[in-house]
């Protein structure tokens, strides 16, 4: 981030950061480092298909992430 962020600010676009982790506690963590000025929104990556090689995760769960 402290390359790449402000080497994006130099263009007119919002900078949209795609994050992907493997349980509510390290999206929350992820997405707290992201919570800084240049970062316009959080892309939360729940559906990813090389996940579906894994055993399935809270994300195969529609209830247990639903918007509160």
């Known amino acids: 981030m402290e390359t790449t962020l402000p080497q994006l600010r130099q263009y007119d676009v919002p900078v949209i950061v795609n994050i992907y982790a493997h349980s509510y506690e390290d999206y ?7 919570d800084v000025e240049g970062v316009d929104a959080l892309e939360i990556n729940i559906s990813c298909p090389k ?13 247990t992430v639903q918007l509160k």
């Open 28 to 34: 929350g963590k992820v997405a707290k480092k992201l």
């Open 51 to 63: 996940c579906q090689r894994r055993r399935p995760g809270f994300w195969y769960q529609p209830l």
